[in-house]
């Protein structure tokens, strides 16, 4: 597709159980990021993929949060033992980054919507 | 202290009135600057994207930076109820800054 996509779109699940969250960037585009978005709230960084450098980590808010990027393309997120305060979308986006330029336009995916039970 | 300060709102405002949003920032490394709009239940998109300090007019939108202030504004003309969104600024820097932060987004109702 055109676009980044996300599966699933919606993931219920029961609190410990591990999840895998899949983002497919628009091909050709070198970055790609992961936010958090509460209800209500604004973005909140999770982790930063940029071309074969390593990743920025610095969002992740703990060690049961990971995410990897295979082939410069596809990402997973994965929460393990999950929380009810890990109940939110989950977003993916991806850019182009030009040495000069920065960051380009970010294109995000339609999310997937985490609750926990 | 966040690095990237938006006013959540929300704001109300009647059919056709100027809107005006605006963020503050801390990172003076930051010179790439970007407004998104969300919709309820959508990933957000691109409205306005401006490099440095300056104006940026696109059709009824109007993006300004000011760099020595560190801060960014988006002006809405004639607004209308399909504005009605959350508005999130955002921005990065050239080199090792150039990860996208986001502020906490304002929510705009534009009521007929």
């Known amino acids: ?117 | 202290q966040k690095e990237v300060e938006q006013d959540p709102g929300p704001l109300s405002v009647p059919e056709g009135a100027i809107v005006s949003l605006n963020c503050t920032y801390s990172n003076s490394a930051f010179q790439y600057f970007m407004w998104y709009r969300q919709y309820s239940r959508k990933g957000p998109e691109l409205l306005m994207y401006t490099y440095s300090s300056g104006n940026k007019e696109d059709g009824r939108f109007t993006a300004q930076v000011d760099k020595s202030s560190k801060y960014i504004s988006l002006f809405i003309r004639d607004s209308q109820p399909s504005d009605s969104a959350t508005y999130l600024c955002a921005m990065s820097g050239p080199g090792g800054y150039n990860k996208l932060i986001f502020g906490a987004g304002t929510r705009l109702a534009v009521h007929p």
């Open chain 1, 1 to 117: 597709g055109a676009g980044v996509s996300q599966s699933p779109s919606n993931k219920v699940t029961e609190k410990g159980k591990d999840v895998e969250l899949r983002c497919d960037p628009i091909s050709g585009h070198t970055a790609l990021y992961w936010y958090r978005q509460s209800l209500g709230q604004g973005l909140e960084f999770l982790i930063y993929f940029q071309g074969n450098s390593a990743p920025d980590k610095s969002g992740l808010p703990s060690d049961r949060f990971s995410a990897e990027r295979t082939g410069g393309s596809v990402s997973t997120l994965t929460i393990q033992r999950t929380q009810q305060e890990d109940s939110a979308v989950y977003l993916c986006a991806s850019s182009w980054v030009t040495g000069g330029r920065g960051n380009t336009e970010a294109f995000f995916g339609q999310g997937t919507r985490l609750t926990v039970v």
